[in-house]
């Protein structure tokens, strides 16, 4: 099964400026999906961005934008000009072309300092 | 547009009493729905998928029961409610052949 891992559980950043979360996952399949969602204490999951494996180009939404790195199984997702609205927790997640299940990180914690 | 529907959006039950949750998808046909659960300070478990009416997968065996009567209806049930069943549910669903899933608004168990 693949495993998708998160590290840093908790981010803190000042309104304004940009962060980067991290994600690694495990997988030998070349085709693939990768997601960022965004959990805000409403605790509704909110899609932010995805990205085709077989893409080289990164995926850019708004201020969100991810940098894929195939070769390394990395997938992190940079957010530009924080806004307080940002402030949530963040779940990578991957799903395999092969079928319809994904599979999710334990997600970072995002605090936006004012 | 499709929107995906949960209730009820809290619930607090004794151990052993029943539970039915449901969730409905508007806006779209034949969509694969699945049931997640996240316990506290954790990620998202899948419990359910189900590909079409009556067609149900289990992920993780537990005395959680999934059912799929229509279409767009999806629900979640148990017999017997465990203390280790208190978590927030979630929903989800995604067009046949699509890659990304939607999340419905979720419902939080507390099982006391």
């Known amino acids: 099964a693949q495993t998708v891992t998160q590290s840093q559980p908790e981010m803190s950043v000042q309104e304004a400026e940009t962060v980067t979360l991290s994600c690694t996952y495990d997988?030998?399949?070349?085709?693939?999906?990768l997601f960022w969602y965004k959990q805000p204490p409403s605790r509704q999951m909110i899609l932010v961005i995805r990205?085709?494996?077989?893409?080289?180009q990164n995926a850019t939404e708004n201020r969100f934008s991810v940098n894929f790195q195939k070769a390394a199984k990395s997938f992190s997702l940079k957010i530009s000009d924080s806004q307080l609205g940002d402030a949530a927790m963040y779940f990578c997640?991957?799903?395999?072309?092969?079928?319809?299940?994904?599979?999710f990180g334990k997600g970072n914690q995002v605090v936006v300092i004012p | 547009s499709q929107t995906i529907h949960q209730w009820p959006a809290t619930l607090v039950q004794p151990v052993g009493s029943p539970l039915s949750l449901e969730c409905t998808v508007e806006?779209?046909?034949?969509?694969?729905l699945y049931w997640y659960r996240q316990a506290a300070g954790r990620g998202l478990q899948l419990l359910f998928y189900?590909?079409?009416?009556?067609?149900i997968s289990s992920e993780v065996p537990q005395n959680l029961s999934a059912s799929r009567p229509q279409d767009r209806q999806f629900i979640l049930s148990s017999k017997k409610l465990l203390l280790s069943d208190s978590g927030f549910y979630l929903c989800?669903?995604?067009?046949?052949?699509?890659?990304?899933?939607?999340f419905g608004p979720g419902t939080r168990l507390t099982v006391t």
């Open positions: 989800a669903w995604t067009r046949d052949g699509a890659y990304e899933q939607y």
């Open positions: 997988t030998s399949e070349s085709d693939y999906y």
């Open positions: 990205q085709e494996a077989y893409k080289q």
């Open positions: 997640a991957y799903r395999s072309g092969g079928n319809n299940r994904l599979a």
């Open positions: 806006g779209t046909s034949n969509p694969n």
């Open positions: 189900s590909v079409g009416i009556g067609q």
